[in-house]
């Protein structure tokens, strides 16, 4: 079974709305990053957060992680119609160099 | 630089035959990590070379095979095609693995086995 598993499925907001995506996942991680998929394109890394970190921006971007509950959330402030994609977490647990990908939350963001 | 480039971007086989993909990374990554993407079962790992060694692999049956070059292109070859096999594959590179390095993915090669 997959590592990260991301909540919830399916998201549609109004565009200038803010959007929070959340990963769950099983063991000791490295580290979690998330990424972006436009309609079956390949994967765009947009952040990355260490084990030790809380907390993580960039730009519009706002990552948090909980080590004790083994989660992560995303949050997208102010979105736009073309952040419209499936957004996947993805960890790194610390006995090996496996990437595990989580089953993607799907946004939708309406103009 | 130049972005990972995979070849070909689609492709139509039948049960029973094999066929081979393959990977370019971005110029100075050793990095090479391959994908499949399935409605089903998601995004699943299936090997990952770093300088023509495979480094880690996924639970995939022996039908799927890789390797890396001395100038770190990659190619995945699939024997036997199932229909399950039936997916998009995602190649993907970084400068020295997955671990502590964000991956940079190439767009893929959809695979169609009727």
């Known amino acids: 079974s997959q590592q990260g598993e991301e909540d919830p499925q399916a998201l549609s907001i109004q565009e200038g709305e803010n959007a929070t995506m959340n990963c769950s996942y099983k063991?000791?991680?490295?580290?979690l990053q998330w990424y972006r998929q436009n309609s079956g394109r390949g994967l765009v890394h947009l952040i990355l957060?260490?084990?030790?970190?809380r907390e993580k921006h960039s730009g519009r971007l706002r990552v948090t992680l909980d080590t004790s509950k083994k989660s992560s959330s995303l949050l997208i402030t102010a979105s736009r119609a073309a952040d419209t994609a499936s957004y996947f977490c993805?960890?790194?647990?610390?006995?090996?160099?496996?990437?595990?990908f989580g089953a993607g939350t799907r946004l939708f963001v309406k103009a | 630089k130049a972005g990972v480039t995979q070849t070909p971007r689609y492709l139509i086989k039948t049960r029973g035959q094999q066929v081979t993909l393959s990977c370019s990374p971005i110029?100075?990554?050793?990095?090479v990590s391959w994908y499949q993407q399935t409605p089903g079962q998601g995004l699943q790992f299936l090997f990952e070379?770093?300088?023509?060694?495979?480094?880690n692999k996924g639970n995939f049956p022996g039908r799927f095979s890789g390797r890396q070059f001395s100038n770190s292109r990659s190619e995945m070859n699939v024997s036997t095609l199932e229909l399950g096999d039936s997916a998009l594959y995602l190649c993907?590179?970084?400068?020295?693995?997955?671990?502590?390095?964000?991956?940079?993915f190439g767009p893929g090669t959809r695979l169609t086995v009727t």
């Open positions: 993907a590179s970084s400068s020295e693995g997955q671990g502590d390095y964000e991956q940079y």
């Open positions: 063991t000791s991680i490295n580290n």
């Open positions: 957060i260490r084990s030790n970190e």
């Open positions: 993805a960890t790194v647990d610390t006995g090996g160099f496996k990437t595990i």
């Open positions: 110029s100075g990554h050793r990095s």
């Open positions: 070379y770093f300088s023509e060694t495979q480094r």
